[in-house]
DNA sequence: ATAATAGTCTACTGAAAAAGTAGGATATTG
DNA sequence: CAATATCCTACTTTTTCAGTAGACTATTAT
């Protein structure tokens, strides 16, 4: 029931991003350097949030990243979304339900995973990046 | 914030085994047989759920395994806890926290991590083998 | 007694997923 | 046009999970 390195890697990246909006691009070797992350493994990270439109970004020197909204407007779900978290406790209910179970119309179980499935969802839907943020040391 | 299949093939072995309670001992052999898991597998996870007093036994000809208690009592945590599964979204939060994290000190997601666990156990924690078992259809 | 049965326990192996790396392509700035 | 910084795909390594093997112990029925 772990959360993956790539999620957490982009809360972190996220907030430090969060502490430093509406004052333009972060390298990504900065965030990087600083959060202690591999550099290459952020950069895989980031090219989810962007596509997700998490992040924005600028190309070129002087470029780098920045939130794509203010980061009291962007839920915890939406980022473990983007970076691919499922938060399905077991396959089967899960949104993709490519491997679909051969029990699944009698599993007792499956109601239960469904409502745990959407107790989980809805700690990640009402938590923002701010709420998060503001708890973090501003520095910088 | 997948269960493991331990978790699941206990689960079903003891919703099983509920559905027989007060009936004698069953034999592992029929229940993997039943559930379609692999026989020396499962016979692994019940050696974990002895241990935690989940199952009782009888060793020897006409032997097996039965619920310890009724499946009424039985919480869901306490089947997840005897089979290893961790409840904790990162392992820092988590009960053994062995591998400490050397930001846990200044960590803003922290606190929310700790929220998060909460609610999972607290799921686990309010559910019986009694409520999966009572949707199984009864058959034998 | 003893042979057959059924669980006990540890260690190992294979498979899958997660974590991290590599490197060339593309866009932007000065 | 050269330097910079992100873009994107594919690959390798590491770790964890899933499953297997096999020798051991207790119990029952004969």
């Not at 992040?55 to 939130?67: H, R």
């Amino acid at each position: 029931m772990q959360l993956t390195t790539r999620t957490r890697y982009a809360l972190r990246a996220l907030v430090y991003l969060g502490q430093r909006y509406g004052r333009g691009a972060v390298q990504l070797r900065e965030i990087a350097k600083k959060e202690g992350i591999s550099e290459k493994y952020l950069e895989q990270i980031f090219y989810r949030l962007r596509r997700a439109s998490i992040v924005k970004t600028k190309k070129g020197p002087g470029g780098g990243y920045e939130l794509g909204d203010n980061p009291a407007t962007i839920k915890l779900i939406d980022i473990l979304s983007a970076v691919g978290e499922s938060l399905a406790p077991v396959f089967c209910v899960a949104d993709n339900k490519t491997a679909r179970c051969p029990r699944s119309k009698n599993c007792p179980a499956r109601p239960y995973w469904e409502k745990l499935k959407e107790v989980i969802e809805e700690f990640f839907n009402n938590h923002t990046l701010a709420d998060i943020g503001k708890n973090a040391k501003k520095k910088g």
